[in-house]
């Protein structure tokens, strides 16, 4: 008996309209070549799927070692850059304790020097410097001038009397000149309380700049010093002191004269 099956376009096409009639088999069931050939579809069917979901173990091991590699590449990047962060905050804690400490000089200057009390005391004791100098040059001057006229007096031929008179006078003078050299003593303390002043301003100037890197250091932000003066005011630079550069001595202006 034969049996009939469904006709593909394909067999329409080039067989017609002829039918298309397969054999029975014994018992109604499909010849074991048909079920050979299913079986060995059906084992390629898996080898396939198999080969989809399974990969070769080089090519894993390889992959393993792209990936191994590739973490480690990124693990030397992160520690570079958080040993980049470790010196980076170094620095700026140093720079933050160099500030800090400036602060603090900063603040003892102002508390104790940069007041306007303390700068006051220190503008009386140059101002009492400048008056008591003042005062005891007129003084001074004032008694020279009666002593010389009193001097000139006795040259001349004059009584007894008025000779004594005039001694009494100069030793009044003498007297008076010697109570004017006291300024000096008065003038050296208060000059030696605004030299204290300078020196403690001073002492916390020089720390400061021992923190940002010392006095070379500074000097290299230092701007260029331009004498701005004019004519006679340039000239003046008043007394020198010893061991000064740049002052003509009274020698070296006798020798123009040589």
């Given at each position: 008996m034969s049996v009939s099956r469904k006709r593909f376009r394909i067999e329409q096409a080039i067989l017609g309209d002829a039918p298309i009639v397969m054999p029975a088999v014994e018992g109604g069931e499909i010849g074991p070549m048909h079920r050979e050939i299913m079986a060995e579809l059906r084992s390629i069917r898996a080898q396939m799927a198999a080969f989809g979901h399974t990969r070769p173990a080089a090519v894993e091991a390889t992959d393993v070692a792209r990936g191994v590699a590739e973490n480690h590449a990124l693990l030397e990047t992160y520690r570079a850059q958080i040993?980049?962060?470790?010196?980076?905050?170094?620095?700026?804690?140093?720079?933050?304790d160099a500030i800090s400490r400036t602060k603090r000089e900063i603040a003892v200057l102002h508390g104790n020097s940069f007041n306007g009390e303390e700068m006051a005391k220190v503008n009386g004791e140059l101002g009492a410097v400048v008056g008591g100098t003042e005062q005891a040059?007129?003084?001074?001057?004032?008694?020279?001038?009666?002593?010389?006229?009193?001097a000139t007096a006795l040259s001349k031929n004059i009584s007894p009397d008025q000779q004594k008179l005039l001694s009494e006078e100069i030793q009044e003078r003498v007297v008076s000149i010697f109570e004017a050299c006291n300024f000096q003593d008065l003038t050296g303390q208060r000059i030696s309380k605004v030299m204290n002043t300078m020196k403690f301003i001073?002492?916390?100037?020089?720390?400061?700049m021992e923190i940002w890197g010392g006095v070379?250091?500074?000097?290299?932000?230092?701007?260029?010093?331009v004498d701005t003066r004019e004519g006679d005011a340039k000239l003046l630079n008043g007394p020198k002191l010893d061991g000064d550069d740049g002052h003509a001595s009274q020698n070296d202006i006798d020798a123009l004269f040589d």
């Open positions: 040993e980049q962060c470790e010196k980076l905050k170094v620095e700026l804690d140093l720079i933050h040059t007129q003084q001074i001057l004032e008694a020279t001038e009666a002593i010389d006229q009193a001073e002492q916390h100037i020089v720390e400061m070379d250091a500074i000097k290299a932000h230092a701007p260029p010093i």
